[in-house]
Each structure stands twice: as C-alpha cells, then as structure tokens.
C-alpha cells in the first residue's frame, strides 16, 4: 500500500525547523562560548556553527576594545588640595571563557576598580605632579588595573586622564603665580640686555678716550642723521665749533706727520 507522501510533510516541517532553529552565526569580532546542559564544552570561533536546540545554548562575547569612561572623582593630592578628575579607559577580552564564567558583569567590574584606582593612586601625588607627569600617571594606572583585570580574561591597553578641574581659588592663584614669573623673566631679560649695552658703551668709551677724533666724529654723524629728515631744526652748540677746531687739528697734524718728499738738483753741465 503506497503512503500519502503529503503525510510526511509535518513531519519534514518539524525536522527542517528543528534543524533551522539550532544554527547560529559568530561575528568576525566575537567569540561564542558552547554550553551544553550547563557545561562549557567548546569556544567558537566567528563563523556559523550549529548546537542541538534545547540541549545546548551559546553566548557569544565581543572581543573588541571597549571604552569606558570612569566618572569624575573628587581627589585630595598629597599636598592637600582638592581637585575633580575625569578619566577614561580602554581594555578588550582576551579570554572569552575567563570574561564569561570569573565575572558577572566585566565592564561595571572593570569601572569600579578604575574609580577605586584613579582616588587611591591621584593621592600619592603632589598637585604640580599632577599637572606636569600625566604620561606618567596614565602608565602607572594602567599597570595598577591591568593587573586586577587579567584574572578576568581582559587587558586594559589605555588609561587617560581627560579633565583635570582646579578650584576657582587654586586657579587664581596659579595665574598669579604663572605672572610672577614672567615678569620675573622680563626683568631679568631687561637686565641682561642693560649689562650688554654697558659693556659696550665701555668698549666704546674705551676708543674715544684713545681717539678723541671719534668723539667728535659721532657728533657730526649724528648731526648729518638728525639734518637727512629735513624737517628738523637744529641747533649748533658751542661743543660744536670746538669740533670743527678739534678736525681741522687732527687733519694739520696728519699732513705734518706725512714725511717729506726728497728734492732733486739738477747740476747745467
């Protein structure tokens, strides 16, 4: 007696939607975690895969880096000023299994032990500290919570300090400060620069005593500086016409220390 092949139809039905509801599909940047009646019995990679339906269940965990950004903590530095510190963290899985079955929730686990971190660790430091070694600080955070973190199957790559706020006071009093400073810069640059001046004026006053022409012969070039604007009044004084005197003395002086040129006789034969 031949069967009603439309008698095995609910039952292809059953079998194809059995088949088609245990398939799952693992993404490039996830990981799936197997269990079966509980157990973990495999770790998927990204893909599609099958588990028995009702037997089995997968959880899948991103292996992607993660941000997470550590709320603003109120710091006491170790010289007792009050400061508000904003930081954020980076960290991704490693070990899908360790991040699934050691810990319920990694990411609010990873968050409490950065804040509890970031108000241990700002303590240790003085204010300047604070604002001058943050390269520094970031490292050794980051060491401190990458440490706690890889019994849980995650690496913290990245540990940044992002806001650093200051008391309105201690802001002031910093700007002052950061004045003070320049001005003091100011001064002493002001004072070098008189000290160079000095020693040339020396140097020069060095020549004119040696060279009293040279005086005289400033003056004049000032004068012909002075006359170049031709919109300018000028008035000679007495110092001047002892210039005058003083060049045409120094000029007579030098044709009398010119020696003599040799006189020839020429004898009439």
């Known amino acids: 007696m031949a ?7 609910p039952i292809f039905l059953v079998v194809g939607f059995f088949l088609l509801s245990g398939l799952r599909v693992v993404q490039q940047y996830q990981k799936g975690v197997h269990f079966r009646l509980g157990k973990v019995i495999f770790i998927h990679e ?3 895969t099958w588990i028995i339906p009702i037997l089995d269940r997968m959880v899948t965990v991103n292996m992607r880096i993660q941000t997470l ?3 603003t903590q109120k710091i006491i530095t170790k010289d007792n000023v009050s400061i508000d510190i904003a930081a954020v963290a980076y960290y991704r899985v490693t070990d899908a299994l360790k991040a699934l079955i050691e810990i319920e929730d990694l990411a609010s686990a990873i968050g409490e032990i950065a804040q509890t971190t970031v ?5 240790q430091f003085m204010l300047d500290q604070v604002l001058a070694a943050t390269e520094n600080i970031n490292e050794k955070l980051k060491e401190i919570i990458d440490e706690r973190t890889e019994v849980w199957g995650a690496v913290v790559s990245l540990v940044e300090l992002k806001d650093i706020t200051l008391p309105e006071s201690m802001q002031r009093a910093m700007a002052k400060e950061a004045e003070a400073e320049r001005e003091k810069r100011a001064k002493i640059i002001a004072a070098e620069g008189e000290y160079q ?5 020396s140097q020069a006053a060095a020549v004119m005593a040696a060279q009293p022409i040279a005086l005289q012969l400033r003056n004049l070039q000032s004068l012909v500086e002075i006359s170049a604007e031709k919109n300018s ?3 000679f004084p007495s110092q001047f016409f002892t210039t005058m005197r003083d060049v045409f003395d120094f000029v007579a002086q030098e044709k009398t220390a010119l020696p003599a040129k040799p006189t020839v006789h020429v004898t009439a034969p």
């Not at 001046?197 to 004026?201: H, K, N, Q, T, V």
Request: aromatic share 8%; glycine share 8%.
């Open 3 to 9: 069967m009603d092949p439309a008698a095995f139809f």
């Open 46 to 48: 990204p893909g599609m």
């Open 69 to 71: 950004p550590i709320p």
């Open 119 to 123: 108000r241990n660790t700002m303590g």
């Open 197 to 201: 001046a000095a020693e040339r004026l």
């Open 233 to 235: 009044t000028i008035i």
